[in-house]
């Protein structure tokens, strides 16, 4: 019954052994113990659970772990810089308090990454409405608005 | 001290470890040899269980144990905790039922836990929960507090007449009719004030560990109050409390949801006590609408006498509350608690209201943001703007004309709050400001080009925060001069850490960095409640207050007789000696306390020191909304546009973190007025609401730019000035919405629009409003 997935997460090769229905979000959690990612729901819609597949932002809860054999996967714990510097989204996400409880807040930050990458400098109503797949209870979302736009305009700024 | 003191925008202290996936909510904890659990669930909302045979999931792969009533009955575990106190209208005491965490011969809810099986995977006990065949013989149910105490109403409980409760009664009941009878206009109007769930981020969880060679259990779970939590949970397992322990991590969010000793507390306990094992239970997303309390569910025949010159003369509320099918301590106190908040920030001499507590089989109740504030705060506040419309006042100016003046401070009202200070006046002023209430009727119009319905609405919120109770905080020095602070109270999400390092950085000039902040574990904390109920600010930060004043007492004793002078001064983390230029930091003077030749003869050793701050008195926080809102007049889709906030919290800790608290706050009330329901089918009882897909929640496109302003008006209820936070936003959103939905829509004739106001529901409202005026 077991398949043997292999994958790259967060710049390191793993494998492990999985059942066929196991979720990526599972074997990320469960099997290597990265309890970053986090799961909100089970229909798809809170993006607690949201990484980066070949770069590009994926809900883990949605993708079994053998769809993701052979890619690279980065988690929130794979965002900060290798000395440990937190990444500008992660640095915006707490000077404009975007985050209370922070369950929601690896996803979060790993779609407000994606945001920045594909809409370098969108404004607050495309961010808005690009968060549509992220839900958050605490914040009412102003400080999550603001500080993908913040850490966009910085993250723009190094590409550059 | 410096960027870090009482008042600055610090940036969270817990914020880089959350950033980095470094939080511990209880499922990312993992303990060898590890169970897991699941719980099978009454599909039914009334049934009596006819059977129940577990035998095909004993046998199931991976299955260590399945439990039902009959395993609970004879464990030793008694009922879980039952709320008391409250009496019925004949002054009989009110209906408490047994609570055992598994259902015995009936069902009474959609969700009722039936039987709870034990295995080695999740997918393993899930699996075998399917294999449980209960044989129900289905009742009838009722669901709705407006049904659920009429005659003939279905029983929830056989000998609990009419599904009563209890009632609760406040306020003058014979000047209240005095003034009615004298009344020139009299405003009346059925609220009804929908159920709605916390929905948390992070749905509730727990791990059970019976240490049977110890004889000791410990609960890792997500709650509010861990020393209440642990004091309940004893009295259920018949043990004193030092025979258990009760640890909280990170708590993903609960806005009073996940206070309670809920069910399946109990469950892993158990299980954990039949395997020899640690049981771990997580709730789904989709379960947690089944298996969670909710809140909020009441319905409000509310009635306002005015004099001609709209002068408030008396307040007159009949409310039903829906108890859901059990009780716990809290699940009951947003019926009566908070029933202050509808005497709102007015003059009205005269106020009764009279609450019936019902029964009914939906889900247990408890206190979800607000707890009573909101719902008493949308009554008084609608009923406000109707009497504005009646009497063709504005509302702003109908609401001033109320207001109690800061020179009758302090000012009893006619029900229970007792208002220490405020200056609502001028809160109202700085709001109409913001917002340019003055350009509003310019605004509207623009507006009705683009074939938009633009609408305005205010509300004057007051609330009670910090109940009287009490607080422990705790601060221990380590040898080599840095601190750990310790307090009852349990962040779930508001920035206690951050807070209460800026208290102690601030007092002792020791730097954050070297303050470890330590909570939620009842092995560690010494004395204390928790968090709830906006208190934490008052009476835990308090607290830290008293015991890092009686370290700076004892260091400045020990540093004047190191420094071999009378009297020392302390500021900025320095003693510094009157007579000569010597000075010592309060680092060097800990680790100088530890060795006995650095204190005065019969002085214990070392600086730690524990406060056990408590507060005969709660605050009032209050505040102003305004809404302005568009209403497209072919979808009735709702857009807000403005939304502007003047708050009197009192002192300011933190601006960063209380505007975090209150923009939050609105999300919530906003999501309330605007999407969120929790329905039921009244025939059947089923939860039609029982996932994300079905069940809206408040995405970040529905709101703008929220603009927060501070009002300041300490109070001396507490050491630090502070009135609570944690739910003005939610209080004072409801109403203030709900004004502006109906402004927008004043000039079709609409009185008042229902919560949640979908653009289905507008659009209906609409298109009646045509028809009626064709």
Partial sequence: MDIEVKMTVNGKAVSGKVEARTLLVQFIREHLRMTGTHVGCDTTQCGCCVVHVDGVAMKSCTMLAVQAEGKAITTIEGLAGPDGELHPMQQAFRDHHGLQCGFCTPGMVMMGVDIANRLPGADEKTVRHQLEGNICRCTGYQGIVEAIMDASAVMNAARS | ?774
């Fill in chain 2, 1 to 774: 001290m410096g960027e870090f003191a009482i008042g600055q925008p610090v940036t969270r202290f817990e914020d880089p470890r959350l950033l980095r996936g470094g939080g511990r909510y209880v499922d990312d904890l993992a303990i060898p040899g590890m169970l897991f659990g699941q719980v099978l669930r009454s599909p039914h909302a009334h049934a009596k269980i006819k059977s129940i045979d577990i035998s095909r999931a004993k046998a199931a792969p991976g299955v260590a144990a399945v439990l039902v009533n009959e395993d609970w009955a004879t464990s030793g575990f008694g009922d879980l905790p039952r709320a008391e106190g409250k009496k019925k209208r004949d002054g009989s005491p009110m209906y408490r039922p047994h609570f055992p965490a598994l259902a015995k011969d009936k069902v009474r809810y959609v969700g009722d836990p039936v039987a709870f099986v034990v295995a080695e995977t999740v997918e393993q006990a899930q699996d075998a929960a399917e294999l449980i065949d209960v044989d129900y013989e289905i009742l009838p149910c009722v669901t709705s507090v407006a049904l659920g105490s009429e005659p003939g109403a279905p029983l929830v409980w056989d000998d609990c007449e009419n599904n009563i409760c209890f009632v609760h009664l406040e306020g003058n009941k014979e000047k209240t009719e005095e003034a009615f009878a004298k009344a020139d206009h009299i405003i009346k109007k059925r609220f009804v004030i929908t159920r709605v769930t916390a929905a948390t981020m992070e749905t509730r969880g727990s791990i059970g560990h019976y240490d049977k060679a110890a004889d000791r259990y410990t609960i890792y779970t997500t709650l509010q109050r861990a020393l209440n939590f642990r004091e309940e949970l004893a009295e259920t397992l018949n043990i004193p409390e030092s025979r258990l322990r009760v640890v909280a991590g990170d708590i993903g969010g609960s806005f009073g949801m996940k206070s309670g000793v809920f069910n399946e507390v109990g469950l892993v306990l158990l299980g954990s006590k039949v395997t020899g094992r640690p049981v771990k239970w997580v709730c789904t997303r989709s379960e947690s609408f089944i298996a969670d309390a909710h809140g909020r569910d009441n319905v409000s025949d509310a009635e306002m006498a005015l004099d001609k010159n709209g002068m408030f003369m008396g307040l007159r509320v009949r409310n039903l509350v829906n108890m859901g099918a059990y009780t716990q301590p809290g699940t009951d106190a947003g019926a009566f608690s908070n029933l202050g908040t509808l005497a709102g920030v007015y003059l009205t001499p005269a106020i009764h209201v009279d609450v019936t507590a019902v029964y009914t089989n939906t889900n247990i109740m408890r206190p979800f943001r607000g707890n009573g504030r909101p719902e008493a705060a949308f009554v008084i506040e609608r009923l406000v703007d109707l009497a504005a419309d009646e009497l063709g006042i504005d509302p702003a100016e109908i609401r001033r004309r109320n207001m109690i003046p800061p020179e009758k401070m302090p000012f009893q009202t006619g029900l229970s709050f007792n208002l220490d200070c405020g200056e609502f006046e001028q809160v109202l002023d700085q709001s109409l400001e913001m917002v340019d209430y003055k350009g509003f009727e310019a605004r509207r119009a623009e507006a009705r080009k683009r074939g938009k319905l633009r609408g305005i609405g205010m509300s004057y919120t007051i609330e009670k925060a910090a109940a009287p109770g009490y607080e422990g905080a705790e601060v221990r020095f380590d040898r080599t001069g840095s601190v750990t602070v310790l307090t009852g109270a349990v962040t779930q999400g508001q920035g206690h850490e951050t807070v209460f390092k800026q208290i102690v950085s601030d007092t002792l000039g020791i730097h954050p960095d070297e303050i470890h902040y330590l909570q939620g574990d009842t092995d560690q904390v010494f004395f204390g409640e928790g968090t709830g109920g906006s208190r934490t600010a008052a009476l835990g930060g308090s607290a830290v207050t008293v015991a890092t004043g009686k370290v700076v007492d004892k260091a400045k004793k020990i540093a004047a007789h190191m420094m071999g002078v009378d009297e020392v001064d302390f500021a900025e983390g320095v003693f510094t000696a009157r007579e000569t230029n010597r000075t010592l930091s309060m680092k060097e003077v800990a680790r100088a306390a530890m060795s006995p030749k650095n204190i005065p003869q019969g002085m214990e050793l070392g600086l730690n020191a524990t406060a056990a701050y408590h507060t005969t008195k709660q605050n009032y926080p209050n505040g102003c909304h305004i809404v302005e809102l568009e209403i497209d007049e072919d979808t009735g889709q709702v857009e807000m546009d403005r939304y502007v906030v003047v708050d009197d919290v009192g002192t300011v800790l933190n601006p960063l973190l209380l505007k975090g608290q209150i923009i939050g706050g609105i999300s919530q009330g906003v999501g309330q007025m605007l999407m969120e329901h929790i329905r039921f089918d009244p025939q059947d009882g089923q939860n039609l609401t029982g996932s994300f897909m079905d069940y809206a929640m408040p995405h970040a496109e529905i709101f703008p730019h929220i603009d927060i302003k501070s009002h300041s008006v300490p109070t001396k209820t507490n050491i630090l000035g502070v009135k609570g936070a944690g739910e003005a936003g939610c209080v004072g959103a409801l109403p203030a919405v709900a004004n502006a939905l109906v402004d927008a829509l004043s000039h079709l004739g609409v009185k008042h629009v229902e919560m949640p106001a979908t653009p289905e529901r507008v659009w209906r409202i609409m298109q009646e409003a045509k028809a009626g005026r064709a």
